[in-house]
């Protein structure tokens, strides 16, 4: 009989790192969605497996406005896999053809018809049977220092432009949930991503996506120096990094409805619309600075210690490796291992 005796939540892999920093001039190219999906299914321990995969609404893995019958193939490649589908991501930026959600007239209808077209295909890949769960997810398409030059009013511009995202969400009987990435003007810091979910005050269609490797960052105050939550000398003492994080988790876990696995060795790097992001590492990287297991326990219990069962799928985020690392069959063991380790210490059976 097997060890492992907890069946949610259900342990997916994204589809993006194979995209993310790649395909540009200088830069390695991408990993095509096929292969991605085929190194994440052959993975396995102890006779565990991916259950699905998160996938990113942009090319060349999937277009945008892409038609039902290439949604159709797609859906059915996942399935022959043995896969599902979970969260999706819109690609709402400008120069995908969004628009700052704190921009001019056009820029925030942009926004909003974006999130409209990944909130039909996450509704079509449902229809389809290929998609039991999951959300689409949105950020603010804006940066910290412009989002900065007029904080008060943009953050009411952009609560404005999410307002308007969770309605057309709604029409699809979908939610949507902004990633928490000290990148993103109005989400840059933990104490303004609450205030921007209060903002929006639509909890029902709207929630927080938590990144380990992303909201490591807000305990030491890249980007909002005034809400650090860890002393200036800090040195990654256990009990004030404990401390700290309990405060971060107590603030937005209430409002996170999807979460990413992820280890991260606290630097920083950042080019163009990233500013400062966070550098995502392996799970058994000697640098990460997170215990994987002990922490997603601070996201994925609530107060009392029991599981919040907010989501059905938690999913594994690790860009920027080199493709010799992401074709490498034990990385992708490597990192289904610490997934199962999370979810044996703080999931459930259905």
């Known amino acids: 009989m097997s060890a492992h005796v ?7 892999n994204a589809m993006w790192p194979g995209l993310v920093g790649k395909g540009t001039p200088g830069a390695e190219p991408a990993i095509d969605l096929d292969t991605m999906i085929e190194l994440t299914a052959q993975a396995e321990v102890d006779g565990v497996r991916f259950e699905g995969v998160d996938i990113f609404l942009y090319q060349p893995h999937i277009d945008i406005d892409i038609d039902d019958d290439g949604l159709k193939r797609i859906a059915d490649k996942i399935l022959a896999k043995n896969l599902v589908v979970g969260s999706v ?11 700052s959600a704190m921009g001019g007239e056009e820029e925030r209808k942009a926004f909003v018809g974006q999130v409209r077209k990944g909130c039909r295909i996450a509704a079509k890949l449902r229809e389809l049977g290929a998609r039991p769960y999951g959300i689409v997810r949105v950020d603010t398409a804006c940066s910290p220092s412009e989002f900065l030059q007029a904080p008060q009013e943009n953050l009411r511009k952009i609560a404005q432009t999410l307002r308007e995202a969770c309605r057309t969400a709604e029409d ?4 949507l949930a902004a990633e928490g990435e000290i990148c993103w003007g109005g989400l840059h810091s933990w104490r303004w991503a609450v205030r921007l979910l209060e903002e929006v005050g639509r909890p029902e269609t709207f929630g927080f996506q938590a990144d380990m490797a992303h909201t490591l960052l807000y305990l030491l105050g890249y980007n909002a120096p005034e809400d650090r939550l860890v002393p200036k000398n800090f040195n990654w003492e256990p009990e004030a990094f404990e401390a700290a994080y309990k405060k971060l988790t107590d603030a937005l876990r209430p409002w996170t409805i999807d979460f990413h696995v992820a280890q991260n ?6 080019s163009g619309t990233h500013d400062k992001t966070g550098r995502h590492c392996l799970p058994n990287d000697p640098n990460g600075k997170l215990d994987i297991p002990k922490c997603a ?3 994925l219990r609530d107060e009392n210690g029991q599981p919040t069962k907010a989501f059905k799928h938690i999913c594994w985020d690790g860009c920027m490796f080199p493709n010799s690392v992401m074709k490498n069959a034990q990385t992708w063991r490597d990192i289904l291992g610490v997934m199962l380790q999370v979810r044996d210490a703080h999931g459930w059976q259905e």
């Open 6 to 12: 907890n069946n949610y939540p259900k342990l997916h």
């Open 265 to 270: 060795d606290a630097t920083v790097k950042g």
């Open 297 to 299: 326990g601070y996201w």
């Open 172 to 175: 699809f009987g979908e939610r």
């Open 89 to 99: 991501v819109a690609p709402i930026w400008p120069p995908t053809g969004g628009g």
